[in-house]
């Protein structure tokens, strides 16, 4: 009974990160277009709803002191850094297919945005007033994506660890909670064009899932073959 019970939650798993995968792609594909044209009426509008009429943005001035902290959340150093916390803490453990996901998903993200970042070379937006210094281009948000690389993956890997369902939930919805607060803060802070973030969420997303599901395709050596039948 329990090795059923955890052969549907393992079918499950599957399922639900080839929805995500299949989801995040298909996202992608339909918010390309907007990478190359004119800002959407979608982006304008919410950027100039997160601003005053003077130019400032909306709330308490500590809103936008807290927003660069979050943003910072997603920034390659911080992901950089967590990753090597994880990745020393998976070696010691001699938990070597977790390693290489880690290996896999995130500098293999880092690479793929930078060169989408490149091909597309979406200017910034200067509907407002930036909060946030940036060098490179908008399309898509580099922040939004890796947050959403490195926060599901390492999520995953801890609610891999988990007994309880409630603690794989709760263990998730942080690593969801983070993706969303990072890339929210993008759009807050005046650098991003909501569509780049939504970009970035999506292929995040389907990266990560995408990852974990080729790691777990691949065979192990220390799975013994079933007994023959009688």
Same mark, same amino acid.
């Given at each position: ?81 967590? %990753? ?105 802070? %005046? ?12 292929? %995040? ?26």
């Amino acid at each position: 009974m329990l090795n059923m019970r955890s052969r549907m939650v393992e079918q499950g798993a599957v399922l639900a990160a080839l929805a995500i995968c299949a989801a995040g792609l298909l996202g992608f594909a339909l918010l390309l277009g907007l990478a190359s044209g004119e800002p959407h009426h979608f982006d304008t509008t919410v950027l100039l709803a997160l601003r005053q009429p003077n130019g400032e943005p909306i709330g308490p001035h500590w809103l936008a002191l807290a927003m660069r902290d979050i943003t910072a959340l997603g920034g390659m150093a911080v992901l950089t850094l967590a %990753g090597l916390v994880a990745f020393g803490a998976l070696a010691l453990r001699r938990r070597w297919r977790a390693v290489w996901l880690l290996l896999l998903s995130l500098p293999g993200a880092m690479l793929l945005n930078t060169l989408l970042k490149q091909g597309f070379d979406r200017p910034r937006p200067d509907l407002v007033s930036r909060l946030a210094e940036v060098a490179t281009s908008s399309f898509p948000s580099g922040h939004a994506m890796l947050s959403a690389v490195g926060y599901l993956t390492l999520g995953a890997l801890l609610a891999a660890a988990a007994e309880r369902r409630r603690d794989r939930g709760y263990i998730l919805g942080v690593a969801v909670a983070l993706t969303l607060l990072v890339g929210s803060s993008r759009v807050f802070l %005046g650098v991003h064009w909501p569509s780049d973030v939504l970009a970035g969420w999506c292929l %995040g997303a389907a990266w990560a899932m995408g990852c974990w599901l080729l790691l777990r395709a691949w065979p192990r050596r220390d799975r013994k073959p079933p007994p023959p039948e009688a």
